[in-house]
C-alpha cells in the first residue's frame, strides 16, 4: 500500500463517472505507475512513485482525458441557452410584475409559480427566478445533448437581438458622462447637506417649500443621490477598465435602491396632502414609473448577465 | 508562439497516435510497454493519452483487451481486432493520400 499512489488515485476517481470504468481505470493506472518506477527507478517506494505520479499529470487533467467528446452541452446549443433563458425569464419576469401589480399568485403548470409579493420581495425573487429559468433551459440542453439525437430547435427572433448586445458607448461620450453625473451628484449632494431633500416645490430657496414630507423627502432623495453616484462611480471604472461586470453590479445595486423606495408608504408621502383621488392616481402613477424604471434596468442587468455568460464561454471554447 | 506550436502538434498527433497504435499493437501488448518501444522509436507519447485512446478504440471495437493476473502485477495486454485492421488500411491510405498532397504543394512551390 503506498499512500501517495493511492491518494493520487482517490483524487482521480473523483472526477470520473460510472462505478465499473472507474475501478478499471484506476486499476490500470496503478499497475502503469507500479511498473514504470520498478523499471526505471529499480523499485517502487513512495520517492520513486512521486516523481512517476508527477510525470503523470496533474489528476484532474488526468481524468478529463478519459471525458473527451463528453460535453455537458453540445457547442451548437451554446448560443440557445442564452436565447431560451432570456425568453423563460421574460415571461418570468411579466408574471412577476403583475403578482407585484394585482398582488395575486400565478400558477403556470407543471413548474412556474409567482407569488403574490411587494416591490421589495421581487427585487429579491426575480434573481433566484433568473437562475431557476437558467438551469431548467440547460437540464433541457443537457437531455437533448445526451440523447445524442439530432433535435432541430425553434430559433425565436427579437426584435432586439439581446444575446448579440454589444458593450456601448465611446470613450468621450463616456467622459462628458462622467462630467454631467458628476456635476449632477455634487449639486444633489448640495441641496441635500443644506436642505435635507432635493425636491422642492417652488426655486426660491430663501422660502423653499419641499415636495415631500421631511421623512420621505430625505429617504427619496438619499435613493437618487444614490442611484446618480452608483452611475457616476459606474462610468469612471468604464473609463480605465471595460468589464460586463461593471454593469451587472451598477444595474443590481440600482434595482435594491428602487426597491428601498417602495419602502415609503407613497399616500402619506406628499407634503401637502391630495384629496382621496387625486392621492390614490399620485400613488398609482409613482409605483408605474418606479416599475418602468426597474423593468429597463432589469433588461440592462439581463444583458450584463448575457455578456459575461458568453465571455466565459468564449474563453472555455478554445 | 512556443505554445501555439504545441498546440498544432497536439492536434497533428491526435490522428497520428491512433494509427502508431494500431498499426504497434499487431502483437499484444501493455501499456508502459507500448510507452517504452514507442520512446525506442525516436516519437514520445503522454501516458495520460495513451490509455484514454486505448480505451475509446476498445469501445469502437478496433482492440481488444484481456487483463493478466499471471506475474506479480496484473497488466491489461491490448490487441488488434479485425475491425481495427480494416480501419488501420483506412487511416493508413488517408495519411499517404494527404502525405502525397503536401508533397506534391512542396515540391511546387520549389519549381516556382
Known amino acids: ?318 | 508562439m512556443d505554445s501555439e506550436i504545441s498546440n498544432f502538434e497536439t492536434e497533428m498527433n491526435r490522428g497520428f497516435l491512433q494509427i502508431l497504435v494500431l498499426a504497434l499493437l499487431e502483437k499484444d501488448m501493455y501499456g508502459y510497454a507500448m510507452v517504452r518501444t514507442i520512446r525506442d522509436l525516436g516519437y514520445e507519447v503522454e501516458e495520460n493519452t495513451l490509455y484514454p485512446l486505448l480505451r475509446r478504440l476498445e469501445k469502437n471495437g478496433w482492440v481488444k483487451s484481456k487483463w493478466d493476473v499471471g506475474e506479480d502485477r496484473p497488466r491489461k495486454f491490448y490487441g488488434i481486432t479485425d475491425a481495427g485492421r480494416g480501419l488501420r488500411t483506412e487511416l493508413l491510405g488517408i495519411w499517404r493520400k494527404q502525405d502525397q498532397i503536401l508533397k506534391q504543394l512542396t515540391e511546387e512551390k520549389n519549381h516556382v
Request: proline share 4%.
Open chain 1, 1 to 318: 500500500m503506498f499512500e501517495k499512489l493511492e491518494a493520487y488515485l482517490e483524487e482521480i476517481s473523483h472526477f470520473l463517472s460510472g462505478r465499473e470504468e472507474r475501478e478499471e481505470i484506476l486499476a490500470e493506472i496503478r499497475s502503469h505507475i507500479l511498473e514504470k518506477a520498478e523499471q526505471e527507478y529499480g523499485q517502487a517506494m513512495e520517492a520513486s512513485l512521486g516523481k512517476v505520479i508527477a510525470a503523470y499529470g496533474p489528476a484532474r487533467r488526468v481524468a478529463e482525458k478519459y471525458m473527451d467528446g463528453r460535453q455537458i452541452i453540445a457547442p451548437a446549443y451554446n448560443r440557445y441557452l442564452f436565447r431560451y433563458t432570456a425568453l423563460l425569464f421574460a415571461f418570468h419576469f411579466v408574471l412577476t410584475i403583475a403578482a407585484v401589480v394585482f398582488k395575486k399568485s400565478f400558477l403556470m403548470f407543471p413548474f412556474v409559480y409567482v407569488p403574490s409579493m411587494g416591490p421589495f420581495e421581487a427585487l429579491f425573487y426575480l434573481p433566484t427566478a433568473f437562475l431557476f429559468d437558467l438551469g431548467a433551459v440547460t437540464l433541457v440542453l443537457y437531455l437533448i445533448t445526451q440523447s445524442k439525437k439530432d433535435v432541430k430547435l425553434p430559433w425565436p427572433k427579437f426584435s432586439v437581438d439581446i444575446d448579440e448586445v454589444k458593450p456601448s458607448g465611446r470613450t468621450i461620450g463616456r467622459i462628458i458622462g462622467l462630467i454631467a453625473m458628476m456635476a449632477l451628484t455634487s449639486v444633489a449632494l448640495y441641496f441635500y447637506i443644506r436642505y435635507r431633500t432635493i425636491f422642492f416645490v417652488n426655486l426660491d430657496f430663501s422660502q423653499h417649500r419641499s415636495i415631500f414630507t421631511s421623512e420621505a423627502g430625505q429617504w427619496f432623495s438619499l435613493i437618487l443621490i444614490g442611484l446618480w453616484a452608483i452611475s457616476t462611480i459606474s462610468l469612471a471604472i468604464k473609463l480605465v477598465a471595460s468589464s460586463p461586470w461593471v454593469d451587472a453590479v451598477e444595474k443590481a445595486l440600482s434595482l435594491v435602491l428602487i426597491g428601498l423606495a417602495f419602502r415609503q408608504p407613497f399616500d402619506t408621502a406628499l407634503a401637502a396632502p391630495l384629496p382621496e383621488t387625486p392621492n390614490r392616481i399620485f400613488k398609482l402613477s409613482l409605483t408605474i414609473t418606479l416599475l418602468v424604471i426597474c423593468i429597463f434596468i432589469a433588461v440592462d442587468f439581463i444583458k450584463a448577465l448575457i455578456r459575461i455568460g458568453r465571455k466565459r464561454l468564449a474563453q472555455y471554447k478554445y
